[in-house]
């Protein structure tokens, strides 16, 4: 195992010992016989469930909910990108690396089991459903040592691959940093949806005035740009408009999300975002 696949595994099982994100992430909407409430239908609700009574008495569907004590079933999905090769104090593939060891571990601490699956344009790799640490073990260092570079993210495809392949209702994770725009809503219908957005703070507020041969890290074209103060204003601008469009479309849908910068804690967001 290497280095910073032990540093990452050795803090993380520090920081869920005793405390456990994984816990209750989501009471779970099932079969069981604990009746927890009333509520309108919605789109990828349980037809059978339907309240009957209660749908003819208000005139809409209303179905029962219920609080169901099993077994939760955990999909983390690796955003493969060559943007997540890059970070001005760790790179953004560390931090997702992190990311996937807190939800990974902490899910099988809490006895559920755990689906990984790494995509770019195309599935790159996808893990059978384990309840080993020694296989989370092993997905976060092939999430280290995976090769970034040159690598597009296809959101898109990878929505639809999920909603193909992924036939149980489970707890989605999106781990990427979300540089391209997708519709999530059909995949957070059917499934309890999160998305965990990795961004380094000087790729959105970059100050690199002057003349620079820049590489793109997806299609490793290599462009010479002069960036003035204008440009730089207008690439902000676009970064901008982009979060505000994910931000909606997270409200909208009700899809959980957070935003972990480079320098921030994933321990600490990830517990907001899941509470």
């Known amino acids: 195992m290497k280095a910073k696949t032990k540093e990452i595994l050795i803090k993380t099982r520090r920081r869920l010992f005793g405390q456990n994100i ?33 749908t003819a008495r208000e005139q809409k569907p209303y179905i029962n909910v219920f609080n169901e004590e099993r ?21 953004k593939q560390e931090v997702a690396a992190e990311i ?26 996808r893990y059978k459903p384990t309840k080993s640490q020694n296989t989370i073990y092993a997905q976060v260092e092939d999430a280290l040592s995976l090769e970034m570079l040159h690598k597009k993210s296809d959101l898109q495809a990878f929505a639809d691959y999920l909603l193909q392949t992924v036939k149980q209702r489970s707890i989605v994770v999106l781990v990427g940093d979300f540089k ?23 790729e959105e507020d970059p100050s690199i005035e002057g003349v620079w041969s820049l590489q793109d890290p997806e299609s490793a074209q290599v462009h010479t740009i002069d960036l003035d ?8 601008s ?13 409200l909208k849908n009700r899809i959980g999300f957070t935003k972990i910068y480079t320098d921030e804690d994933p321990f600490i967001k990830l517990r907001e975002m899941l509470k």
């Open 238 to 250: 676009e970064i901008r408009q982009l979060d505000a469009g994910w931000r909606s479309h997270f």
């Open 180 to 202: 391209n725009e997708a519709d999530l809503s059909f995949l957070g219908a059917k499934h309890e949806l999160y998305i965990a957005m990795v961004r380094d703070r000087f």
């Open 229 to 236: 103060e204008r440009a730089l204003e207008r690439f902000r």
């Open 71 to 91: 077994e939760l079933n955990i999909v983390l999905g690796l955003c493969v990108s060559g943007s997540l090769y890059f970070g001005s104090v760790r790179q």
């Open 22 to 54: 994984g816990n209750n992430i989501s009471a779970f909407q099932g079969n069981g016989i604990d009746f927890a409430e009333l509520k309108e239908y919605s789109y990828g609700d349980d037809v059978r469930k339907i309240n009957w009574n209660v």
């Open 100 to 125: 996937l060891a807190l939800l990974g571990l902490s899910a099988i601490k809490n006895s559920d089991r755990v689906t990984t699956i790494f995509f770019d344009e195309l599935p790159v790799r």
